[in-house]
């Protein structure tokens, strides 16, 4: 039997022999003896076939090998295992690459790089080596011993193994190949089809996340550039390419100021100011644009920017507004729509301002067409929520058995004759928005309950529904019937009358501000295109006098009436008949100061007899007396146009309202007490 091949390994550390012989172990089993050698403890020649040692000790080794043995000197890999968890390591970061010695670091490094691991920065440390301690990762292959203090997180990537070309090197030296050769060939076969099954996973997963990421970019509606630290652009997606007709190919991996007109994208990596939602002029565009610095482990990485064509943005609002118009769920009227001068219709508005800035159910009261629904409409394009829809209904108009489907909407198969699918009620089309529930006086019993629900609630259930839907709306509730009244006759519930009567708000009617009448006919005449017709002075009056039971709507009515039937001068007798025959106003409806201005009227204007009583309530008080002269000269001063004939003629008519008692001669003219009182409520 022929005697057993001896192998010697020398290295630095036990570590590392052990490592060598346990791997060498493996494949030559008993064929050959091993013995280990750490070279500082070696004091003579070894007698052996073959050394295996080291790179970092070639040239030490020598004294200690005879003439007869050959050394090979190992070449070295990583355990492929542990290349898995360098590759999560963010891309750039500084990382130390500890070794025991600079030979050893440049190994690993080389290793390192030739395994594919090149989107880090490795920095070689060993003893002796002084490294930037702002680093806070470590690699090691086992040593972690050399790693510097300060060091955070040491990977260890494991021992480096003798690499398959040294194992072959050491069986063709000791003669024994050919036995071992396909054993080992295939083991190390392999290793490396199972590493590249799992490198192929995870390359597949990375494609997979990447293909998914550029659906998602190409697919937003914004557009998306993204820039890396050099200012190179990295991303830019279909609706960037759309925008600023630039194919990418021709842009990635270029500089951004040189390919992307106009951009701002550089400015944020170099400031560090980030843009929110800025408005931008691309040429003749203009965009919507956010732009932010992107960070990895707290360091910047490059800039984004997203942005919307505006014009985009305002063809979809458009689109939006036309299709709640075409719904008729638009309101169209604002406060300056609101016609009038008067204090009355001044506070009513000025109130209704104050109303829809808060988001509180407001019930309006006012007699029949007084403009009801024009302050609600009013109301909503001045709140928050102008850019929803605006649905009103109107409780009396629809039949009861029609107005809960109309309300609540209702399931598929919710009672014959219901539409496929389903239909939504008011009070889903008007989520986000305003619901108008005009005339809810005439709301049936059964339905105020429901009603009283969804207010209290804040969700509706369709009719035949199981599940409730949650909305957010604002309710504006109008009636002209006297809802405490209803309450006492039990037709309307006290609970729900004080769960819309939250802000109440009252329009005045006409009779109360006849001084808008002229502006409201002018204003009508306007509208029906006929500002060519003239209202003679006695029309005027009538109508200014007229008893306006129905408001507005009654004298809009009028004014059309008459645009009809007159061709310039709108005398009397082209008023309607109803308006001529009866109606004369009721004296009795009129409260006193309003039937003393009505008269009054007929002649001149309110200011000057406010001024005459003014005068004379003045001479009174400083017991003096004033006549027709003076009051004319006054009114000079107070740019109010009266000669004394004027004044004359004022005073009688005064006279004839108690508000004067006109004396003889020198005596001059008195105020009376009503006339004070008169006098009084003008000026409040
Ligand atoms: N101040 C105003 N200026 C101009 N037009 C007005 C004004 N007030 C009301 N109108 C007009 O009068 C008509 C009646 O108004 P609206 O329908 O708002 O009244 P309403 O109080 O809701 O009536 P109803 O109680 O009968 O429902 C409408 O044509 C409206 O345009």
């Known amino acids: 039997m022929s005697k057993k091949k001896e192998l010697a390994i020398i290295t630095m550390s036990e570590a590392t022999n052990h490592l060598f012989k346990e791997q060498l172990t493996e494949v030559l089993k ?50 492929i295992s542990s290349l898995e968890k360098l590759i999560k390591i963010s891309t750039g970061k500084q990382v130390l690459l500890v070794n025991n010695t600079k030979l050893a670091a440049q190994e690993t490094e080389t290793i390192l790089k030739e395994a594919g691991i090149d989107h880090i920065e490795l920095i070689l440390s060993y003893p002796g080596k ?38 072959v090197e050491v069986l063709i030296k000791l003669n024994l190949l050919d036995e071992k050769a396909n054993l080992l060939v295939s083991k190390h076969i392999r290793q490396l089809v199972k590493l ?20 998602v970019i190409n697919h937003v509606h914004d557009g998306i550039i993204y820039i890396n630290k050099r200012e190179e652009v990295e991303v830019f997606n279909q609706m960037a390419e759309d925008f600023f007709e630039i194919k990418a190919e021709d842009v990635i991996n270029k500089n ?24 931008q002029n691309v040429g003749d565009k203009k965009i919507v644009t956010t732009r932010v610095l992107v960070k990895q482990d707290e360091a910047i990485i490059g800039a984004l920017a997203t942005f919307k064509d505006i014009t985009e943005v305002k063809k979809l609002e458009q689109n939006l507004r036309k299709k709640l118009k075409d719904k008729g769920h638009i309101a ?20 209704a301002k104050n109303l829809a800035k808060s988001e509180s159910t407001i019930l309006i009261q006012g007699e029949s067409g007084t403009g009801k629904e024009l302050f609600a409409q009013a109301i909503h394009n001045y709140s928050n929520r102008a850019e929803a829809s605006f649905v009103a209904i109107n409780c009396a108009a629809i039949p009861e058995s029609l107005l809960e489907s109309e309300l609540f909407g209702y399931e598929d198969g919710a009672f014959t004759g219901a539409k496929k699918g389903g239909r939504p009620g008011v009070f889903e089309q008007a989520h986000t928005g305003t619901i108008f529930l005009d005339e809810i006086g005439d709301m049936p019993l059964n339905i105020q309950t429901r009603l009283l629900r969804v207010l209290q609630e804040k969700e509706v259930m369709r009719i035949g529904a199981t599940k409730v839907a949650p909305i957010d709306i604002r309710v504006i509730a ?35 501000r006849r001084e808008d009448i002229p502006l409201l006919i002018n204003f009508f005449l306007q509208r029906f295109n006929r500002e060519d017709l003239v209202i003679t002075k006695g029309t005027m009056s009538k109508l200014y006098n007229y008893n306006w039971e129905g408001n507005i709507r009654e004298l809009e009515n009028c004014v059309e009436y008459i645009t009809q039937t007159c061709n310039n001068k709108v005398r009397l007798d082209a008023l309607p008949p109803y308006l001529k025959n009866n109606h004369r106003i009721n004296d009795g409806d009129l409260d006193e100061l309003e039937k003393i201005k009505v008269d009054l009227k007929e002649l001149g204007d309110i200011i000057e007899y406010k001024l005459i009583l003014n005068e004379l309530y003045l001479a009174k008080q400083l017991d003096e007396h004033i006549g027709r002269r003076e009051i004319a000269k006054s009114a000079k001063i107070n740019e109010v146009q009266l000669s004394s004939q004027m004044v004359r003629s004022r005073l009688k008519k005064l006279e004839k309202q108690g508000l004067v008692k006109i004396g003889r001669g020198r005596q001059g003219t008195e105020i009376t007490d009503k006339g004070i009182q008169i006098l009084k409520k003008l000026n409040s």
């Open 30 to 79: 008993d064929k050959v003896n091993i013995v280990g050698y750490v070279i500082n403890d070696l004091e003579e020649v070894v007698q052996v076939d073959l050394i295996l040692s080291t790179n970092s000790l070639n040239g030490k080794v020598n004294k200690y090998v005879s003439k007869d043995s050959e050394v090979v000197f190992a070449r070295r890999s990583l355990d």
């Open 130 to 167: 002084e490294v930037d301690d702002e680093i806070k990762l470590a690699i090691t292959p086992e040593e972690v011993e050399y790693v510097p203090e300060g060091v955070e997180q040491i990977i260890d990537i494991g021992s480096r193994v003798l690499d398959l070309t040294t194992i």
């Open 196 to 215: 590249n099954k799992e490198l192929d996973t995870n390359i597949k997963k990375v494609e997979k996340a990447n293909k998914m990421l550029e659906t």
């Open 256 to 279: 951004v100021v040189d390919k992307v007109p106009n951009t701002k994208l550089h400015q944020v990596l170099r400031t560090g100011l980030e843009d929110i939602n800025a408005l």
């Open 332 to 351: 169209k009227y604002r406060f300056n729509d609101i016609i009038g001068e008067s204090e009355a219709i001044n506070k009513a508005i000025k109130k």
């Open 478 to 512: 109008a009636t002209n019937k006297d809802l405490k009244r209803l309450i006492n006759e039990n037709k309307f519930r006290e609970d729900l009358y004080y769960r819309l009567n939250v802000l109440p708000l009252e329009i005045p009617n006409l009779n109360n």
